[in-house]
């Protein structure tokens, strides 16, 4: 069965850094690109970032470019988000989903739960 | 980035009803276009890969079409575990997107 948990997430001040981690299981992760999407309490999803199946290229959306860096450890089957110069409109529920397929298809099959990261004062 | 819009943000229907939902892309993505459905408190679900493909276990009543810029998704008979919110996904370009969400609800 395909598992994808998150964690890393909770309050932060403005301007500081948080690491999400995504634990992967069910399936051979090193085979995958692997996206991290988030989601304001109420609102509409926000597709963040996504990662090559080797971690040899990462892509994001404007808004965290320079901020925000998406990495992987195929040894450990993990998704990390590493998240610097956090601001308010940060805050979100932030999701790991995995490719539906190996063959790189943009559709996100598997989710996990979320993790929420709150940046306030 | 490529924006796409949904329509409308919401709807109300019935059980039995037909329904579908709309979403426009600012620029050709081909049938690089999902659908996912989403239900308060969980995870998004994939519906639709691909324009019109129907991902494993999801049920028939749900059917996508277009190409180019312009995208439908239709329920052919709503059921009550379908009220939910919906969303389509561009993965045309590196930097994916969302459209804003279609609120489907109870009449």
């Known amino acids: 069965e395909v598992q994808l948990v998150e964690s890393g997430g909770g309050l932060v001040q403005p301007g500081g850094s948080l690491r999400l981690s995504c634990a992967a299981s069910?399936?051979?992760?090193?085979?995958?690109?692997m996206s991290w999407v988030r989601q304001v309490p109420g609102k509409g999803l926000e597709w963040v970032a996504n990662?090559?199946?080797?971690?040899?290229?990462?892509y994001y959306v404007d808004s965290v470019k320079g901020r925000f860096t998406i990495s992987r450890d195929n040894a450990k089957n993990s998704l990390y988000l590493q998240m610097n110069s956090l601001r308010a409109e940060d805050t979100a529920v932030y999701y790991c989903?995995?490719?539906?397929?190996?063959?790189?298809?943009?559709?996100?099959?598997?989710w996990g739960q979320g993790t929420l990261v709150t940046v306030s004062s | 980035d490529i924006q796409m819009t949904q329509s409308p943000s919401s709807l109300s229907a019935s059980v039995g009803d037909r329904v579908t939902i709309t979403c426009r892309a600012s620029?050709?993505?081909?049938?690089?276009l999902n659908w996912y459905q989403q239900k308060p408190g969980k995870a998004p679900k994939l519906l639709i890969y691909?324009?019109?493909s129907l991902q494993s276990g999801v049920p028939s009543r749900f059917s996508g079409s277009g190409s180019g810029t312009d995208f439908t998704l239709t329920i052919s008979s709503l059921q009550p575990e379908d009220f939910a919110t919906y969303y389509c996904?561009?993965?045309?370009?590196?930097?994916?997107?969302f459209g804003q969400g279609t609120k489907l609800e109870i009449k």
């Open positions: 069910g399936f051979t992760f090193s085979s995958y690109r």
């Open positions: 990662i090559k199946q080797d971690g040899s290229e990462g």
């Open positions: 691909a324009a019109s």
């Open positions: 996904q561009q993965s045309y370009s590196t930097a994916y997107t």
């Open positions: 620029q050709s993505i081909s049938n690089y």
């Open positions: 989903a995995r490719d539906r397929t190996p063959v790189t298809s943009g559709s996100s099959g598997y």
